[in-house]
């Protein structure tokens, strides 16, 4: 370990990467900690302690939403309208061909930036809304002015993120938009070990003991799931042309367990938010079933019970249906077959594409219910032992380690490009 941080430290253009990076990081969580003022800070503490939904979305915005900063929406925008365009990808064959070209990928990257902003806008005006009705009096009465000014910095301060992100990116030693949520989450530790060490006692010990070794065991499961893979055999066929011969290698397939990181669990968060969102604004309504209707979707997804089935279900059903987005086995068995390959014992063409599509939908259940049990952690946890801050936040975990993994492979194999310059 010492070893690579040396090695880092040596080549001088990657360190000024990574203290590039640190220093962005550096910026972001400053950000995060400037409140928009006017905002009843305990009341709002308060609001998101008691949700459930709310502290995922505080999750991925790094905690300034919990703090009603100038970054508070976080990137969410940005991965919505990322999303967007991944599954226009699937529906328009303009876009999936364009997918396909680099050119065409940086047209998309940059209607991905203008989508934001609209997105960012939205977004805001939304959790802006809905803290104003809610009955925390948090923002209490604010004028037209006051709304349009707040609306307008939290919009700014996404686009901020997003630039922020991408000059990461740039970097190309992490993913900017994983590695600002991961900073969030990380910059959140302090005070958990806080909250455990004052709510700590002796009647305690055999839980926190428990707790460090589930918190373990998760670690090493999410490791384990990320980094699986199984390998396809491929054989490439033989060539004789005059007296040389081409080809005839043997070569393997990969095909991850966990083909799509953490996407389900944004997508159902997503999902899971939208009826509670849309209820808060209908509480009031004039409409007596209206009204009535509002607050019991409210009251039924504030029931650990049904909140923990729907999003295990939802987390489940959506890593199929992503990796069905990013994984296309009748495009792999057409460039298979036109290369001169083919898996043994399988003919090429459409029973090679069905080969991998059954056999990719078997190694995604493992996948599947790994990912959907990792968000219901934290619910779990909370049901056997009753305190809060002894919730294994999985979702965290699972950010934590997929982004720590990435990251130093790719410093990793920068370093051994440099090797390679070098002779």
């Given amino acids: 370990m010492f070893d690579k941080l040396t090695q880092i430290w040596k080549a001088k253009d990657l360190r000024n990467k990574v203290l590039f990076v640190l220093g962005m990081l550096v910026v972001f969580r400053i950000a995060a900690h400037i409140p928009i003022p006017g905002v009843n800070q305990a009341a709002l503490?308060?609001?998101?302690?008691?949700?459930?939904?709310?502290?995922?979305?505080?999750?991925?915005?790094?905690?300034?939403?919990?703090?009603?900063?100038?970054?508070?929406?976080?990137?969410?925008?940005?991965?919505?309208?990322?999303?967007?365009?991944?599954?226009?990808?699937?529906?328009?064959?303009?876009?999936?061909?364009?997918?396909?070209?680099?050119?065409?990928?940086?047209?998309?990257?940059?209607?991905?930036?203008?989508?934001?902003?609209?997105?960012?806008?939205?977004?805001?005006?939304?959790?802006?809304t809905l803290l104003r009705r809610s009955s925390a009096g948090i923002l209490g009465n604010i004028s037209p002015m006051d709304f349009g000014a707040i609306l307008i910095t939290i919009t700014a301060g996404t686009m901020l993120l997003m630039w922020i992100g991408e000059l990461i990116s740039e970097q190309k030693i992490g993913n900017g938009i994983s590695l600002l949520i991961f900073a969030g989450i990380v910059s959140a530790l302090p005070q958990m070990v806080q909250q455990v060490i004052v709510s700590f006692d002796q009647t305690q010990l055999f839980m926190l003991i428990g707790f460090v070794i589930i918190t373990l065991i998760t670690v090493v499961g999410v490791v384990i799931i990320n980094e699986g893979q199984r390998n396809i055999p491929v054989q490439y066929a033989r060539q004789i042309r005059g007296n040389r011969t081409f080809g005839g290698t043997s070569t393997h397939l990969p095909l991850r367990v966990n083909m799509a990181g953490v996407i389900p669990i944004i997508f159902a968060i997503s999902v899971v938010l939208f009826p509670s969102m849309i209820a808060q604004f209908l509480i009031h309504a004039r409409t007596p079933w209206i009204a009535a209707a509002a607050n019991g979707t409210i009251s039924l997804f504030n029931n650990q019970l049904f909140y923990g089935i729907v999003y295990f279900l939802m987390v489940f059903a959506f890593t199929y249906f992503y990796t069905e987005v990013i994984f296309h086995p009748a495009q792999i068995a057409e460039n298979l077959q036109k290369q001169g390959g083919f898996i043994p014992g399988i003919r090429p063409g459409k029973t090679t594409s069905d080969y991998l599509s059954d056999t990719t939908h078997k190694i995604i259940l493992v996948g599947a219910l790994f990912l959907g049990l990792i968000a219901v952690l934290p619910l779990i946890m909370r049901y056997f032992t009753g305190v809060q801050a002894f919730a294994v936040g999985g979702t965290s975990l699972l950010i934590v380690v997929s982004v720590v993994i990435e990251t130093v492979k790719q410093i990793e194999s920068q370093l051994t490009m440099r090797e390679y310059d070098g002779l």
């Fill in 45 to 128: 503490k308060s609001l998101f302690a008691s949700n459930q939904i709310l502290g995922l979305m505080n999750l991925f915005s790094g905690g300034g939403m919990e703090t009603f900063s100038i970054v508070m929406m976080g990137v969410a925008p940005y991965i919505t309208s990322s999303i967007i365009f991944q599954l226009l990808g699937m529906i328009v064959p303009t876009i999936e061909e364009m997918q396909k070209e680099e050119s065409g990928r940086q047209k998309i990257n940059m209607w991905t930036r203008w989508l934001t902003l609209p997105l960012g806008i939205l977004q805001s005006y939304g959790m802006i």
